[in-house]
């Protein structure tokens, strides 16, 4: 019988063979000169590999915990697959093919003369990548939105025009080595950049679907690819229409919490009025993007200080902080995380995105610096990195409910940690928690629902907090990412629930340092087996 590891291991060079810039980026060596195949049948191999080890980790009993990982893992991989995502995605900077290979390969950093040549052997082979995602994309009958398509040819003419920015160019490399990279980008790299975007513009961009029709209720089997996605995204078995119906709940009860505490602040308003004055205050807007990371940078900083009192294990290495690459922000979220290279290589960095700082607001600044850095993103991704006794797969697996849920607790967990500056501060927080349960509603809208983009938009305008730079990059993330949104709240929701129980089940002797360790102390896990390890917790406490 193959041992539970085994599976793990298997299921683990299936996905680093599907996203071999994500080896290379977390530090696992064999895949730095190889690019992913785009091609319907490699993704037709890699469903069938994902089915096998599905059944192989369902059929044993060894280790409960990782077989669980393996099998939800590999369904998701199946899942991914099935709903065919890379046949109609273009513009948005952490899901298209394209932008995501400019800032995959942007971050690489050579370290050796293999890795030079591994990395100028990758560059040789974006021409071919490029033919070929064309090729599968020209011949898909998902239509994609034809706004999209004129962003995406836009960043590509933004590129094109600027040879010597060229982010492909951004890697450090000797003199020969440099040299014959900025031979291959002008003879053959950006050539191809340039035949894909001919290709957007003239094949791909005439067929685009209409900013009413953005979401995948309106592609062939779109529902039911929907529907998976949820599943897939949130490791649950809740409908779109559940989760619409819960969004709704938690923003009518946010509106609570924002009259008291913008009473401290605006004095006694409705909810809606406070969510208006943070928006309409130009005090609350920020000066300039040195501004954005200097804030980033001290929250942070204040939050490892106390982050012992709350957590038996801390990372072994620090949060960074950077701006998002110039030519990646107009499309870019607010803000992401890269995680650490294993090899020490590249630290784990909060990306701030500091394009029209002076639009952007500054009361949400905390709530993001602990989601993305610490005690969120960063901790938990770092902590898991460090668990070198688990499988690669446990501490890499892609759970964005618990990964994501976990950075969400994490903002709230700060409140209690006493991170957050003022009132105001803390408005940031309900501001972020508006956004992540309208997020189950324009999420579910949009794809199960039918929603117009313009809805959408309306939507977020309404019930979150965000200047309007933001609002639009919102909704067409949640259009090219579908169900990823969610992932979010749920998450959060879980954890919350299985805080609670376990304080009342263990009452005086629940030690928080202790839960914390035992929520990331096993990697990431679907929160069906999460819930499952707190409770052997819970019943193992003394």
């Known amino acids: 019988m193959t041992t539970a590891r ?3 291991d298997d299921l683990f060079t299936l996905v680093l063979d599907d996203n071999p810039i994500m080896a290379t980026l977390i530090g696992v060596p064999g895949w730095d000169d190889r690019l992913p195949d785009p091609g319907a049948e490699a993704a037709a191999s890699s469903r069938r590999r994902a089915l096998e080890l599905a059944r192989l980790a369902e059929a044993g009993d060894d280790d409960p915990v990782t077989r669980a990982v393996v099998a939800q893992q590999a369904r998701g991989v199946v899942g991914e697959l099935d709903a065919r995502l890379i046949e109609h995605t273009y513009a948005e900077g952490l899901n298209a093919p394209v932008p995501l290979l400019l800032t995959g390969m942007s971050l690489v950093r050579p370290r050796h003369e293999r890795a030079r040549r591994d990395y100028l052997t990758r560059l040789a082979a974006i ?9 599968r994309q020209r011949a898909s009958d998902r239509r994609p939105l034809a706004h999209l398509v004129a962003a995406a040819v836009a960043r590509l003419d933004r590129y094109l025009a600027d040879p010597g920015g060229d982010p492909l160019r951004k890697p450090e490399l000797d003199e020969g080595s440099a040299r014959e990279r900025d031979e291959l980008l002008a003879g053959a790299v950006r050539p191809a950049f340039a035949r894909y975007r001919e290709l957007l513009v003239t094949e791909i961009a005439p067929r685009g679907r ?3 029709q953005p979401g995948l209720c309106w592609l062939p089997d779109g529902r039911e690819r929907y529907a998976e996605l949820v599943r897939v995204r949130t490791t649950t078995e809740h409908t779109p229409e559940q989760l ?3 969004g709704l709940e938690l923003l009518a009860a946010l509106d609570r919490e924002y009259e008291q505490i913008g009473a401290r602040v605006f004095g006694p308003v409705p909810a809606a009025r406070v969510r208006a004055r943070l928006l309409a205050d130009p005090a609350l807007r920020w000066a300039d993007a040195a501004e954005m990371l200097a804030l980033a940078e ?3 900083a204040r939050a490892e200080l106390v982050a012992v009192d709350w957590f038996g294990r801390v990372p072994g290495a620090r949060c960074a902080v950077a701006a998002v690459p110039e030519d990646d922000a107009p499309n870019a979220p607010l803000a992401y995380y890269v995680d650490p290279a294993l090899d020490g290589s590249r630290p784990g ?4 995105n500091t394009h029209q700082a002076e639009l952007r607001d500054r009361f949400s600044a905390e709530a993001t610096a602990f989601h993305e850095g610490v005690p969120g993103h960063h901790f938990q991704i770092s902590l898991a990195q460090q668990l070198t006794e688990l ?3 446990r501490r890499f697996a892609a759970f964005e409910a618990y990964l ?3 950075a969400l607790y994490a903002e709230r967990l700060a409140d209690e940690m006493g991170l957050y500056s003022d009132d105001v501060a803390r408005l940031g927080m309900l501001s972020a928690d508006s956004l992540r349960a309208a997020r189950l509603v324009v999420d579910t809208g949009l794809h199960a629902l039918g929603w117009s983009r313009q809805r959408a938009v309306e939507y977020l305008r309404a019930n979150a907090v965000m200047p309007e730079v933001d609002i639009r990059s919102e909704v067409d993330r949640y259009i090219e990412a579908p169900a990823q949104a969610l992932s979010y709240m749920v998450g959060r929701l879980e954890l919350q629930r299985l805080r609670g129980d376990a304080q009342r089940r263990l009452g005086d002797r629940f030690d928080i340092r202790a839960f914390h360790d035992v929520v990331l102390g096993g990697g990431p896990l679907p929160l069906g087996v999460l819930a499952d390890v707190v409770d052997q917790w819970c019943r193992s406490v003394p």
């Open 244 to 246: 619409h119906r819960t």
């Open 298 to 300: 001290r929250a942070i």
């Open 349 to 352: 960095t909060y990306f701030v």
């Open 127 to 135: 021409p071919d990548y490029l033919d070929a995602l064309g090729r």
């Open 404 to 406: 994501e849920g976990w």
């Open 391 to 393: 499988p690669l797969l």
């Open 210 to 212: 209409g900013e009413d």
């Open 6 to 8: 085994e599976l793990a």
